[in-house]
Structures are given as structure tokens and as C-alpha cells.
């Protein structure tokens, strides 16, 4: 079957192109594939010839008129005007243009047609990331037939978004997050701007939020990939000696759950959760559980995933826990489990993994987190619990109010209130600091409120996460920011409908563990073979960074050249026999990997080989080993430390 009407010579060509393009889909994408292959042939696009004998096809436009998705005339060169053109970067030397080198290679496209956008940039560039907002799957179907896409399927590098789906468009470009977060570019192909134009408009809105996500997850994995590394060795005393959060799998399934985050809205139903305790299992971000404590409400479980030490003031002084555990993120200061005073679960972490190896006592993880209240929502579901019930989760500044009423804040400045300066107004004063990136968005309550970039980034995670849930997720805060993906309902009318049975008293506690006694030996002495790998790890690195500096100067000259290349691939080889402990140099070494990354992206392995272009490898790969021996001598200095301090306390 063949789209209709068509050239009879090229109906095997057509066939042939569809069904590689299919297949190539179906490996990346079975779901959006299979919509396709179930669409029938009937359906796809009439296919009209152009003047210099290529293809067009006519659409409806958003007016009801007719409307043609390329030029009559010559529509490959068209596409090759409009990417020209809408992917021009001002360069030195040669006025700008398509080859200036762009920084990265990653585009969204506003509509497919029949494809000749998508291949000019696949032509064009090397490796593109090509994305494509397209919500006609007969157009879809039509450009299978007509172009020859499966090159940028097959490398995962071509992706459709179909559908206005904050959770889909995540789940799709997670895995290009990086290329994203380095620079998004829009191809507007001028006939799109008038069919579907709500589509478009909706996701490139979708677009910016998800890139703005990217940016601050990127940011702080950058930012912190030391601090995280050396929290987590030094958290290896109660990683080893207590159990993960593997043993809560499923404990709570069918129980509703109460998140009670930090948002000023907490203050209107706090004191209802003394009575719900029995009836919802109530998991508290860390900077509530004083104040829950305060009121005499345990909560059963508490989140901490914080970096710094200051966070072991949430904890710090507390006597009577009432049977609260900590579940943490193996990141989180160390101060916060030497503080804390009762059960403790810890979550997976891929350094302690790699630096233990065989010895890693084994841990189960939960989705990555932005805050403590993400954590709450993914130990939530962890737990089986159905529904979750949101409280104090705002992210916005709800009625004008950074902090809940009654936080030690008002204490602090309570010496600073008089007839001109009120309490109101402090709270104000806070929230103005952050003018520059505040924005009006409507809270549940269709009225207008404040909120920061910072807030706008945690509601994208949140909602693509409430989306993509099973769970039912419901909006209790009665203040706030809407969230995509809950039910709004007052914490009352939840109460009523879901906490309707008694917990069992042993719902949260696990069964005693028996604790291995060969895990401490057994990880203490794998500890000390990864400080003896990465020495040597270290040697060889240099010898590398020696050889690469020699090399620069050897281009032009390639006998002397290639001899010592072939030392540097043995000292590749060597350096590879030992993968894991090379991967946790490179996690403390995670700039040196994205600089790596932007070069590669910026040396096309597509164009012919020239000196200069060897030499700027060559620079690459010296940046680059320069930033791993930097790498090791962290780990030289900081490890030590950690193994000295597990020692002490795993006596």
C-alpha cells in the first residue's frame, strides 16, 4: 500500500523508504510507530509534484484555506534557504552562517511536513538533535514515505512529540537532556505558523520549561558533583550498617499518604494532622519536623537530601522522635545521620557502588530529586501509598508570604517590628529580593500570585512526575500554585474520602534485618584497593597528558606521530581493564566530561581529517586529561579522610 495519489514508478521506492523509516521508529518509539502502522494508507497526504521535480502537499490551515506545507517550485531549496538562515551565528571571518560552528547542535522543529526541514539539518550539521513537534500522524505517515529519516531514529538522535503531555515530552527527552541544556534552537518553517499553531505555540512553551529544568538539574550536578562524591564517602557508616529504603518496598500499599511540605499554606491545616497520624502514613520534608514535633505529630517518615552541614539543624537537639525515621539520599551532609537520632534509611549511591564494587552491600534507589519534597512524593510512591495528599506544597509565595506564620524566622526579626514595620511587611520585604525573577502565575484559586524561577522549576518536575503517575495525587493546600496532575480538594474532604482505616501499628517498621559481619571488612578493604587503583590510574594519566603534548607537535609528521599514538592506546587499554574505577574519577571530574562533550559536538567526525582539525583534537583530549588527573588528586586527598573517619566509627 502506498500513499495516494502516487508516481507509479516510485511506489517501490516509497514502500521500501516507509518501511525502513518505520522499523527504525519502532526501536525507538513502539508506541508512536504502531499508531502510525494502524493508520491507513487512505488517510496519508495527496502527494503533488513541484516544478523541479520533487514533492509538495496541501493542508488546511488553522483559517480553514488551503495551504501548502513546501514550495511548489522548489521546496528542497527552500529548506535549504530556511535553515541557512534561521541558523545563522555571527562568526568572524566568514559573516555568519550555518558552518560558524555553532555550539551546539540541538533543534526543535514547528511542524514536519514532508520532512525537508529534518533532512537539511541532518545533511547539514554532524549529529544533530532533532525534535520535532508534529501532532498530524497522517502527515507523519506521509513523510515516512516520502524522506529518508532512519539514520537520526536508528541513533536516537530524531524525536516526534505528538501531543501536548508534560509527561511524555519529559519521559522523550530525558535522555538529551545534556545536548538541551547546552542550547535549544527553533526552526520555524514559515507555512507551520499557520496550521496548528495552538499545537506549536503549546509546545514550545512545554520546551522552555523542560530546557529551564534541564539547566538548574545540569547547574547543580556541576556545581556539586565533589561535594556529592565526598558526602557520600563520608556517609559510608550508615550505609553500610543500616538498611535502604529496599525494605519499606510496598509496606504502606493502599494507605493514603500526607507530604507536608514547608509552604505557607501549611499554617491553614496544620492542626488537623494530629488526627490523621493513625489513618495516613505523613512523610514531612526536614524543615517541618520541629514544628510538627512542636505540636505533638510524629510524623512516620522525614526526607533529607541537603548538601550542606546547616541541615543537621533541622535535627540537631531533638530527643523524643516519636518513631520518625530519616530516609536520605546518600548526598546529603554527613552531620544530618551523625545528628539524627533514630532509624535511618539510606538510598542507593553509585559512587559508594563503584568505589566497593563487589563489596557494595546492595541498596535500592528512588528517582532523583530536586528538593526534600520531591523525595517525599517518589518515597510516597515507593511505599504503594494511593492517594497522595499534598500540604504546604506551594511553590509560589501564597498570600504574600515567604514563610509559614509562626517559623523561628518571626523570631528573629521580631526585634526589628514597630509601628512602621510590621510583620507583613518583612515577609514582603523577602519576597521583593527576588524581583528579578519573579513572575504572576494563578493559584488554585484563579487569583494571581508570585513565584521565582526556582519555584517555576520545581513545579516542572512535579507535574511531569504527577502526570506520569498511577497514583491518584491530590491538591490539599488549599493555596498555591495549580499543579497539572492533582485533584484540588480541601485536606478535610481527603480526609473524609480516603483515611477512613487505621494504619497497623508495625505498618513502617521492618522486620529486623540481620547485619552481615563481613560487609564492614569486606567494603573497608575494597576501599583501600580503589585508593591503590586510582594511584595508578593516576600514573597513567600523565604519562597520557606527557604523550598528548608531544603529539601537538608531531602532526605534520606522521611516522614520529603515529609510534606514539600507539602508546597512548596501550596506556587506553590499560586505563579501560579497570572501567569502574575510571568512572569514579570522572564523577568528581564532571565539568572536564561536559567541556569534552562540547568539543566533540563542535569537531565533526564527518569532515575530512585536516592538521588543524588534529590539533584541536589533540586539545580536547589534553583539556580533558588534564581535568582526570585533577580528578584523581581529589579523590587522593579526599578519600583517605573518609576511610580514616569509617574506621573510627565502624569500630
Known sequence: MTPTPAPATDVAEYQQRYLANLGALYALDPELAARIDALPFAQTLPLEPTQ???????????DGKPIYAHSRYRPLEEAQTLVTNQTQRPSEGNGGGPDADLENLCFLVAGLGLGYHVAELERRFSRPFLIVAEDDLALIKTALCVTDLAKPLLDRRLAFLTCIDRARLHERLRPIMTPLMLGLQFINPPTMR??????????????????????????SVLRNARLTCRNAAFNLPTYLTQPGVEVLARRAAGYPAIIVAAGPSLARNIDQLGDLRD???????????????????????????????????????????????LVAESKVTWHVPDV????????????????????????????AGSTVAHLAFYLAEHLGCDPVILIGQDLSFCEGLYYPPGTPIERIWQPELGRFQTMEMKQWERIVRSRATLHT??????????????????AEQFQADFMAATTRVIHACEGGLRLEGTEVMTLREAAARFCTRPLPPDLLTPSAVKPNAEVVPAALRAFRERLEEIQELRRNALETLELLERLADLVERPAEFNRLVGRVDELRTRVQRNERTYDLVSQVSQRAELRRLQADRAISDDRQETPEMARRRLARDREYVAAYVDGCDYLLQMLPEALRRAEERLR
Do not use: C, N, W
Open 340 to 367: 539524627f537520632p533514630g532509624r535511618i534509611h539510606m538510598l542507593r549511591s553509585h559512587f559508594l557502588e563503584d568505589l566497593l564494587q563487589a563489596a557494595a552491600p546492595p541498596r535500592a534507589g528512588l528517582r
Open 279 to 325: 489513618k495516613a502514613v505523613l512523610i514531612a520534608v526536614q524543615t517541618v519536623l520541629k514544628t510538627l514535633l512542636a505540636r505533638g505529630v510524629a510524623p512516620h517518615l522525614v526526607t533529607s537530601l541537603d548538601y550542606h552541614e546547616l541541615s543537621a539543624e533541622f535535627f540537631r537537639g531533638i530527643e523524643d522522635l516519636g518513631g520518625a525515621a
Open 52 to 62: 523541479d521535480g520533487h514533492l509538495t502537499t496541501r493542508l488546511t490551515a488553522d
Open 441 to 458: 502565575v494563578q493559584d488554585i484559586h484563579g487569583r494571581d500570585a508570585y513565584a521565582d524561577d526556582q519555584m517555576l522549576t520545581y
Open 194 to 219: 499557520r496550521y496548528h499553531v495552538q499545537f506549536q505555540t503549546e509546545i514550545s512553551r512545554l520546551m522552555r520549561d523542560f530546557v529551564s529544568y534541564a539547566r538548574v538539574q545540569m547547574h
